[in-house]
């Protein structure tokens, strides 16, 4: 058991410092244009006929929200492996049986939670896209 802790702490290090290391060139992933005054997907968006020179808050929020949420997802999955593993290894203990069917349910309750969120969040960031609204007139009637 020892040894599936040090490989587990040993994977999740080397994902982070990863990631840490991979994230701090994030300056120039979103530079297209390598410095250059002329952004390729800019000409590539006005030939297709999108106007580029406003950014909705829209698109922002959706992805932000969506994140967050998936995240809160993969909280889910792990819930519900947890469960199953207290109960499969619970060797008829009712206590240990009972402790995995509450985590179960707890984490059915938060999914549930959580897809009516994405809903109701998806459904009112729809409507305000479709009334033409952002940011800025959403407080000013």
Not at 75 to 94: K, R, S, V
Not at 118 to 126: D, F, G, P, R
């Amino acid at each position: 058991m020892k040894i599936l802790k040090k490989i587990l702490v040993f994977f999740t290090v080397a994902f982070f410092a990863t990631n840490i290391v991979l994230a701090a060139n994030l300056k120039d992933a979103f530079d297209p244009t390598g410095g250059n005054s002329n952004n390729p997907l800019d000409s590539v968006a006005v030939e297709a006929g999108y106007d580029n020179t406003k950014s909705d808050v829209d698109p922002i929020i959706q992805n932000v929200i969506s994140i967050i949420l998936s995240f809160l997802g993969v909280i889910f999955l792990i819930l519900t492996i947890y469960a199953g593993y207290l109960w499969m290894t619970a060797q008829g203990d009712p206590k240990k049986v009972e402790q995995a069917k509450d985590i179960l349910t707890r984490a059915v309750i938060g999914l549930i939670i959580v897809v009516s969120s994405y809903t109701l969040s998806s459904y009112v960031i729809t409507k305000f896209a479709s009334q033409g609204l952002d940011a800025g007139t959403i407080g000013n009637p």
